[in-house]
Every structure is written in structure tokens, then in C-alpha cells.
């Protein structure tokens, strides 16, 4: 059984006449007859019967169209889908981006992305989740790429920095430490932590180095929810500079020492993987207008 078969007996099945059928797909009468031959061979039972110079469908094939009718819509659905999401000027993007680009940078690189004319019609989904939940969405072909932190171990998986990101220290608007313009980590290591789980080995990496052990409370997926628990004096957080503080009672201060420390974001996608037109010119887009030279 194939294609071709269900959509000549389809429309047999409605015509309910050999030659207008075969005249209306464009082939010969008996190259039709051949084909519903094969076809009730393979199921095992007469589709049509002769009604006068007609013919019509048995309960065998009446019940047989209705479920070829439907596979065909879905087929002929199916084809529609794919041709658009294939579109050079209609297709989609499925992007992720972890929680502290959603504020701010993810909105204002869709901005700038669109104002090209030419991505004015591109359909874009989003998925906000932690770096390693974004890796297992593109794994799955849930993504097409991702903004996210680097991980080791990941060969499938393409990294491009895209963006620095330098890094604040975030204490509660009433902390000893507030009214500094800035801190050292030796400062910072004498309060209880919460650190974002994604930066605290390179970030307890540091401190050790420096012969300091600071007494991290928690460690948490997400900074903006890092920031939250800052402003009710849960502990002292090191976040990200782009992490949105404004409506938190915290305060943001420079860790001098941090300057040269950057955790960047990266664009990642699958290696090898087929892209449509869609996909291929906002990757295009991200590292010609948005991929900071510097990194």
C-alpha cells in the first residue's frame, strides 16, 4: 500500500466511475484498475462493486475511505506544515535563553532581529530554563539554538560566545556591606551565600585560590530568583551584571577582582544539524550584529 493507491482509490471513491476517474488523475483506465486491484489484494476484501455502468463502495470500502480520507488530510496537513516552517520568508525559530536574559537582552535582540524586513514574518517560540535543560531541549529538536552558559562535555553541541558577562556582588539594601562603592572578595567571603549553581565551581574556584572559604547556604538555577531571595536577606549573592534588580530592595556593587572573570553567553546549537532558512539567518544575525568582537 502507498500514497499514490490511497489517493487514487480516494478519489474513486467519490466519483465512483473508472473512466472519469482515471481522465481526472491524467492516467490510463486500466493503470487505475490495476492499482484498486493491488490494493483490495492487500487488504483482502472487494472495495467496489458494479452498480449498472457505475460502481460504488462496499461496506468494506466505506469504511476503508473514511480512514483513507482522514490519513490523507493529515498528509496533505502535514505537507502544509513542513513547507512553512521550511519558508524562506514564513518559517519558524524555536529559541531557548536561560532566566537572566529574559528581562532585557533576548527582547532586544528579537527587536533588532525583526527590524530587518526580511525577518518581519518569522515565527519565534520561546523557552525560558536553566543552561542544562536548554541542552537537553536541543538534543530533543525541542530548540533550534539557545543562549546559555558553556558546558564541558557536550561534543554534539556548538558554543559560540556571544556576549560577555561581567559579574556584580548583590547584598540586601540594608547590609553592613551597602553602603560600599565597591567590595573585595574578602569582604564578600565573611556572609552566607547563595550562588547560582551554574557559576559556583569556577566562582568557589576563585575564592580558594585566595585562601577564602565563604559559607554558601544555597545553591540555585537562576539568578533572577537568586536577586529575590537577596532582597529578603536569605543571604549575599555574585550575578550576573545583566540580571535585572531594579523593584528588589539590593544593591549592586563591583568586585575589582572580578573584572577580568567573565562568564559569557553563548549561542549553541547542534552540530551538523539541518537548518531551515529561518533558523540559518537568525544564527547568521546573532553572530554578525550581536557576538561582541572582544570575546
Known amino acids: 500500500m502507498n500514497i499514490t493507491q490511497l489517493r487514487y482509490f480516494k478519489l474513486l471513491a467519490e466519483l465512483q466511475h473508472y473512466s472519469y476517474t482515471a481522465e481526472t488523475l491524467g492516467i490510463a483506465q486500466s493503470s487505475l ?24 463502495l462496499t461496506k468494506y470500502g466505506t469504511v476503508f475511505y473514511e480512514y483513507a480520507k482522514d490519513s490523507l488530510t493529515s498528509l496533505e496537513l502535514g505537507t502544509l506544515k513542513v513547507r512553512s516552517m521550511a519558508d524562506p520568508t514564513k518559517g519558524e525559530i524555536n529559541m531557548g535563553l536561560t532566566f537572566p536574559l529574559g528581562p532585557t537582552i533576548v527582547p532586544n535582540i528579537l527587536q533588532k532581529f525583526k527590524s530587518h524586513d526580511w525577518n518581519r514574518d518569522y515565527l519565534i517560540r520561546l523557552y525560558q530554563n536553566t543552561t542544562p535543560e536548554l541542552i537537553q531541549l536541543l538534543k530533543a529538536d525541542k530548540c533550534d539554538v539557545v543562549l546559555c552558559s558553556y558546558v564541558e562535555d557536550e561534543p554534539e553541541v556548538e558554543f559560540v560566545p556571544l556576549m560577555p558577562g561581567h559579574l556584580n556582588a548583590v547584598v540586601p539594601e540594608k ?63 555574585i550575578v550576573d551584571k545583566s540580571v535585572d534588580i531594579s523593584n528588589q530592595a539590593v544593591k549592586a556593587l563591583p568586585v575589582p577582582e572580578l573584572e577580568d572573570t567573565q562568564f559569557p553567553v553563548n549561542l549553541a546549537y547542534i552540530k551538523n544539524r539541518w537548518f531551515p532558512p529561518s533558523v540559518k539567518a537568525f544564527i547568521s544575525f546573532l553572530i554578525k550584529e550581536i557576538q561582541d568582537p572582544s570575546i
Open 175 to 237: 547590609h553592613p556591606l551597602a553602603p560600599k562603592n565597591s567590595v573585595t572578595l574578602e569582604e564578600l567571603s565573611k556572609y552566607p551565600f547563595i550562588l547560582n549553581s551554574e557559576k559556583a565551581p569556577a566562582l568557589l574556584k576563585i575564592f580558594h585560590e585566595k585562601g577564602l572559604y565563604p559559607n554558601v547556604l544555597s545553591q540555585v538555577q537562576g539568578e533572577c530568583a537568586i536577586v529575590g531571595l537577596v532582597a529578603v536577606n536569605y543571604g549575599i549573592s
Open 33 to 56: 484498475s490495476r492499482s484498486i486491484t493491488a490494493l483490495e489484494d492487500e487488504l483482502g476484501v472487494n472495495l467496489f462493486e458494479k452498480q449498472g455502468r457505475n460502481i460504488r
